[in-house]
């Protein structure tokens, strides 16, 4: 199971921090990943850590201004958000997946968390 908090509204240029607690798998394990969902449009992959958190992958957009991270002692991914810009309003997936090989693919990920809204407006 995983379980995203820290959606919300923001304004152009501010920042925030999305968290995915895990529970019921082996998650040293587990590459973790974050996806995006805009209205009308396909998920799409955003970032992805290593299990051990060495390695960080992100796609172009967000790249300098997103941050992903991983707590193995609390079971816990994160996204750093910043300089957010309206273009980035969705809504937020983390995901697990267990191979580490084509993280950006939606079909790799076999746990996926309940999704959580960020906006950025003014």
């Known amino acids: 199971q995983l379980v995203a908090s820290g959606g919300g509204l923001v304004q152009p240029g501010g920042s925030r921090r999305l968290s995915c607690t895990a529970s019921?798998?082996?998650?040293?394990?587990?590459?973790m990943g974050w996806f995006r969902q805009a209205p009308g449009k396909e998920r799409k992959f955003v970032a992805a850590i290593s299990s051990s958190g060495g390695g960080t992958y992100y796609t172009d957009s967000v790249k300098g201004r997103f941050t992903i991270s991983r707590d193995n002692a609390n079971n816990t991914v994160y996204l750093q958000m910043n300089s957010l810009k309206p273009e980035d309003t969705a809504v937020y997936y983390c995901?697990?997946?267990?191979?580490?090989?084509?993280?950006?693919?939606?079909?790799?990920?076999?746990?996926w968390g309940q999704g959580t809204q960020v906006t950025v407006s003014s």
């Open positions: 019921g798998f082996t998650w040293d394990d587990y590459y």
């Open positions: 995901a697990a997946d267990p191979y580490g090989i084509y993280y950006s693919v939606y079909d790799e990920y076999d746990y």
